[in-house]
Antibody, heavy 121, light 107 residues
Protein backbone atom coordinates (compact mmCIF):
# COMPACT_ATOMS: atom_id res chain seq x y z
CA UNK A 1 0.00 0.00 0.00
CA UNK A 2 0.97 3.67 -0.13
CA UNK A 3 3.76 4.25 2.34
CA UNK A 4 6.74 6.30 3.43
CA UNK A 5 9.62 5.01 5.50
CA UNK A 6 12.22 7.02 7.37
CA UNK A 7 15.82 6.02 8.04
CA UNK A 8 19.07 7.45 9.26
CA UNK A 9 18.29 8.35 12.86
CA UNK A 10 21.27 8.16 15.20
CA UNK A 11 22.90 9.43 18.37
CA UNK A 12 25.02 12.50 17.66
CA UNK A 13 26.88 15.06 19.69
CA UNK A 14 25.73 18.67 19.98
CA UNK A 15 27.00 20.81 17.13
CA UNK A 16 27.32 17.91 14.74
CA UNK A 17 25.30 17.16 11.59
CA UNK A 18 23.01 14.35 10.52
CA UNK A 19 20.87 13.62 7.47
CA UNK A 20 17.71 11.54 7.70
CA UNK A 21 15.90 10.12 4.69
CA UNK A 22 12.39 9.11 3.73
CA UNK A 23 11.68 6.62 0.99
CA UNK A 24 8.25 6.70 -0.65
CA UNK A 25 6.48 3.88 -2.44
CA UNK A 26 3.30 3.09 -4.32
CA UNK A 27 2.31 6.68 -5.09
CA UNK A 28 3.57 9.34 -7.54
CA UNK A 29 6.04 10.96 -5.18
CA UNK A 30 6.92 13.70 -7.67
CA UNK A 31 3.34 15.03 -7.50
CA UNK A 32 3.18 15.57 -3.74
CA UNK A 33 4.50 18.11 -1.29
CA UNK A 34 6.28 16.46 1.62
CA UNK A 35 6.78 17.35 5.27
CA UNK A 36 8.93 16.54 8.26
CA UNK A 37 7.26 16.55 11.68
CA UNK A 38 9.03 15.76 14.94
CA UNK A 39 8.03 14.68 18.42
CA UNK A 40 10.33 15.15 21.39
CA UNK A 41 10.09 12.50 24.13
CA UNK A 42 6.77 12.83 25.94
CA UNK A 43 5.82 15.93 23.96
CA UNK A 44 3.43 16.89 21.20
CA UNK A 45 3.85 17.09 17.45
CA UNK A 46 5.93 19.88 15.95
CA UNK A 47 5.96 20.65 12.24
CA UNK A 48 9.59 21.08 11.11
CA UNK A 49 9.80 21.64 7.36
CA UNK A 50 8.05 21.16 4.03
CA UNK A 51 8.95 21.16 0.36
CA UNK A 52 6.78 21.48 -2.74
CA UNK A 53 6.44 18.63 -5.21
CA UNK A 54 9.01 20.05 -7.62
CA UNK A 55 11.33 21.28 -4.89
CA UNK A 56 10.72 24.90 -5.87
CA UNK A 57 9.82 26.12 -2.37
CA UNK A 58 10.75 25.15 1.14
CA UNK A 59 9.44 26.28 4.50
CA UNK A 60 10.87 25.81 7.97
CA UNK A 61 9.84 26.22 11.57
CA UNK A 62 11.59 29.14 13.23
CA UNK A 63 13.34 26.76 15.64
CA UNK A 64 15.27 25.08 12.80
CA UNK A 65 15.54 27.86 10.23
CA UNK A 66 19.14 28.34 9.11
CA UNK A 67 20.23 24.98 10.54
CA UNK A 68 18.07 22.44 8.71
CA UNK A 69 17.72 21.87 4.97
CA UNK A 70 14.97 19.91 3.26
CA UNK A 71 15.45 18.42 -0.19
CA UNK A 72 14.11 15.68 -2.41
CA UNK A 73 15.19 13.43 -5.26
CA UNK A 74 12.12 12.77 -7.36
CA UNK A 75 14.03 10.30 -9.52
CA UNK A 76 14.54 8.14 -6.43
CA UNK A 77 11.27 8.88 -4.59
CA UNK A 78 13.26 10.08 -1.61
CA UNK A 79 12.99 13.00 0.79
CA UNK A 80 15.86 14.27 2.93
CA UNK A 81 16.31 16.39 6.03
CA UNK A 82 19.83 17.63 6.62
CA UNK A 83 20.30 18.81 10.19
CA UNK A 84 23.31 20.96 11.04
CA UNK A 85 24.50 22.42 14.34
CA UNK A 86 22.30 19.98 16.23
CA UNK A 87 21.15 20.91 19.71
CA UNK A 88 19.96 18.80 22.63
CA UNK A 89 16.45 20.18 22.04
CA UNK A 90 16.44 18.63 18.54
CA UNK A 91 16.19 15.20 20.16
CA UNK A 92 12.99 13.66 18.81
CA UNK A 93 11.37 11.09 16.60
CA UNK A 94 11.30 12.55 13.10
CA UNK A 95 8.32 11.64 10.94
CA UNK A 96 8.03 12.01 7.20
CA UNK A 97 4.51 12.78 5.95
CA UNK A 98 2.82 13.24 2.60
CA UNK A 99 1.23 16.60 1.97
CA UNK A 100 -0.66 18.24 -0.84
CA UNK A 101 -1.12 16.80 -4.30
CA UNK A 102 0.00 19.16 -7.08
CA UNK A 103 -1.48 22.61 -6.42
CA UNK A 104 -4.09 21.53 -3.92
CA UNK A 105 -4.16 22.29 -0.18
CA UNK A 106 -4.33 19.03 1.71
CA UNK A 107 -3.64 17.62 5.15
CA UNK A 108 -0.86 15.16 5.93
CA UNK A 109 -2.43 11.85 5.03
CA UNK A 110 0.40 9.30 4.92
CA UNK A 111 2.93 9.02 7.76
CA UNK A 112 6.01 6.91 8.30
CA UNK A 113 6.92 5.08 11.51
CA UNK A 114 9.55 7.68 12.36
CA UNK A 115 13.29 7.68 12.91
CA UNK A 116 14.84 8.57 16.27
CA UNK A 117 17.44 11.30 16.56
CA UNK A 118 19.21 11.76 19.88
CA UNK A 119 21.52 14.70 20.45
CA UNK A 120 23.70 14.09 23.46
CA UNK A 121 27.28 14.51 24.56
CA UNK B 1 2.30 33.26 13.24
CA UNK B 2 -1.08 31.69 13.91
CA UNK B 3 -1.30 29.77 17.17
CA UNK B 4 -3.48 26.70 17.66
CA UNK B 5 -4.94 26.09 21.13
CA UNK B 6 -6.69 22.86 22.07
CA UNK B 7 -8.87 22.19 25.06
CA UNK B 8 -9.00 20.32 27.24
CA UNK B 9 -5.43 19.04 27.50
CA UNK B 10 -6.77 15.78 28.88
CA UNK B 11 -10.11 14.14 29.54
CA UNK B 12 -11.53 10.94 30.86
CA UNK B 13 -14.83 9.47 29.69
CA UNK B 14 -16.75 6.22 29.80
CA UNK B 15 -17.36 3.77 27.00
CA UNK B 16 -20.44 4.90 25.10
CA UNK B 17 -20.04 8.57 26.02
CA UNK B 18 -19.83 11.43 23.54
CA UNK B 19 -16.70 13.55 23.91
CA UNK B 20 -15.81 16.89 22.38
CA UNK B 21 -12.41 18.44 21.85
CA UNK B 22 -12.03 22.02 20.72
CA UNK B 23 -9.33 23.77 18.75
CA UNK B 24 -9.03 27.53 18.42
CA UNK B 25 -6.89 29.40 15.92
CA UNK B 26 -5.53 32.82 16.83
CA UNK B 27 -6.56 34.05 13.37
CA UNK B 28 -9.02 32.78 10.80
CA UNK B 29 -7.90 29.75 8.81
CA UNK B 30 -11.02 29.07 6.78
CA UNK B 31 -11.71 25.34 6.69
CA UNK B 32 -8.06 24.24 6.55
CA UNK B 33 -8.08 22.30 9.78
CA UNK B 34 -7.18 18.64 10.26
CA UNK B 35 -7.51 16.27 13.22
CA UNK B 36 -5.06 13.46 13.93
CA UNK B 37 -5.14 10.54 16.33
CA UNK B 38 -1.94 9.20 17.83
CA UNK B 39 -1.73 6.05 19.90
CA UNK B 40 1.32 5.39 22.11
CA UNK B 41 4.37 4.34 20.12
CA UNK B 42 2.60 4.88 16.81
CA UNK B 43 2.69 7.62 14.18
CA UNK B 44 -0.21 10.04 13.87
CA UNK B 45 -3.19 9.04 11.78
CA UNK B 46 -5.29 11.52 9.81
CA UNK B 47 -8.93 11.37 10.92
CA UNK B 48 -10.56 14.51 9.52
CA UNK B 49 -9.53 17.11 6.96
CA UNK B 50 -11.07 20.36 5.77
CA UNK B 51 -12.67 20.70 9.21
CA UNK B 52 -15.41 18.13 8.66
CA UNK B 53 -14.45 15.56 6.02
CA UNK B 54 -13.84 12.07 7.34
CA UNK B 55 -10.87 10.28 5.85
CA UNK B 56 -11.77 6.99 4.20
CA UNK B 57 -11.70 4.11 6.66
CA UNK B 58 -12.22 6.25 9.76
CA UNK B 59 -15.23 5.17 11.85
CA UNK B 60 -18.29 7.37 11.46
CA UNK B 61 -18.43 8.02 15.21
CA UNK B 62 -15.74 10.63 14.55
CA UNK B 63 -16.95 13.98 13.25
CA UNK B 64 -15.61 17.49 12.91
CA UNK B 65 -17.06 20.93 12.54
CA UNK B 66 -16.15 24.59 12.53
CA UNK B 67 -14.69 27.31 10.38
CA UNK B 68 -12.58 30.40 10.79
CA UNK B 69 -11.15 30.24 14.30
CA UNK B 70 -13.21 27.66 16.20
CA UNK B 71 -13.26 23.95 15.49
CA UNK B 72 -14.57 20.83 17.20
CA UNK B 73 -13.80 17.12 17.08
CA UNK B 74 -16.62 14.94 18.40
CA UNK B 75 -16.39 11.25 19.17
CA UNK B 76 -19.78 9.61 19.60
CA UNK B 77 -20.24 6.33 21.41
CA UNK B 78 -16.67 6.24 22.73
CA UNK B 79 -14.89 2.91 22.28
CA UNK B 80 -11.90 1.50 24.21
CA UNK B 81 -9.75 1.70 21.07
CA UNK B 82 -10.26 5.48 20.97
CA UNK B 83 -7.78 5.92 23.80
CA UNK B 84 -5.16 8.18 22.22
CA UNK B 85 -3.89 11.72 21.98
CA UNK B 86 -5.68 13.93 19.47
CA UNK B 87 -4.11 16.86 17.66
CA UNK B 88 -5.49 19.59 15.45
CA UNK B 89 -3.36 21.20 12.74
CA UNK B 90 -3.73 24.17 10.41
CA UNK B 91 -2.52 23.34 6.92
CA UNK B 92 -3.37 26.19 4.56
CA UNK B 93 0.13 27.65 4.70
CA UNK B 94 3.37 27.47 6.64
CA UNK B 95 3.98 27.22 9.50
CA UNK B 96 1.71 24.17 9.69
CA UNK B 97 1.16 24.46 13.41
CA UNK B 98 -0.29 21.70 15.58
CA UNK B 99 -2.32 22.15 18.71
CA UNK B 100 -0.70 20.93 21.91
CA UNK B 101 -2.77 17.75 21.98
CA UNK B 102 -5.64 16.29 24.01
CA UNK B 103 -5.05 13.02 25.83
CA UNK B 104 -8.19 10.89 25.98
CA UNK B 105 -8.56 8.14 28.54
CA UNK B 106 -11.32 5.71 29.43
CA UNK B 107 -12.78 5.79 32.93
Amino acid sequence: QVQVQESGGDVVQPGRSLTVSCSASRFPFRNYAMHWVRQAPGKGLQWVASILSDGSNEDFADSVKGRFTISRDNSKDTLFLQMNDLRVEDTAVYYCARGSFAGATEALDVWGQGTKVTVSS
Amino acid sequence: DIQMTQSPSSLSASVGDTVTITCRASQGIGFYLAWYQQKPGKPPRLLIYASSYLKSGVPSRFSGSGAGTDFTLTISSLQPEDVATYYCQKYAAAPYTFGQGTKLEIK
